[in-house]
C-alpha cells in the first residue's frame, strides 16, 4: 500500500485552520463584548435569563476555539513529522546509491 501527502497543502491547511480559530476567537469575543454591554439595560427574570444564555454561549465558543486550535495544531504537527520523515527516508535511499 502507497500513501501520498502534499506536504505544502498540509502547511496551508494548518495555517489556514488557525486562522480560522483566531477569526472565530475575535469574532466571539466582541459577541461577548456586545452582550455584556447590553447587560446592564436587562432586568429580573430577563438579565437572569441573558446572563445564563451567555454563560453557555461562552462555553461553547471556548470549547469550537479549543477544537480548532487542537485540530490546527495536529495539521501542524503531522506537517512536521511527515517532512521529517520524507527527509530521513531520502537520505536512506541516497545512502543505498554509494553502495557498491
Not at 1 to 17: I, P, Q, R, Y
Not at 40 to 59: D, E, F, Y
Not at 68 to 93: F, K, M, N, W
Amino acid at each position: 500500500m502507497s500513501w501520498f501527502a502534499d506536504l505544502e497543502a498540509l502547511v496551508a491547511s494548518a495555517v489556514t485552520a488557525t486562522g480560522h480559530g483566531e477569526d472565530l476567537a475575535a469574532a466571539h469575543l466582541a459577541a461577548d463584548g456586545r452582550i455584556e454591554a447590553a447587560a446592564p439595560g436587562w432586568t429580573g427574570r430577563s438579565a437572569a435569563a441573558l446572563a445564563q444564555r451567555a454563560a453557555h454561549w461562552s462555553a461553547a465558543s471556548t470549547a469550537l476555539v479549543t477544537r480548532i486550535g487542537e485540530h490546527a495544531q495536529d495539521l501542524h504537527t503531522c506537517a512536521r513529522v511527515y517532512g521529517s520523515t520524507e527527509e530521513q527516508r531520502a537520505s536512506a535511499l541516497a545512502e543505498l546509491s554509494n553502495l557498491p
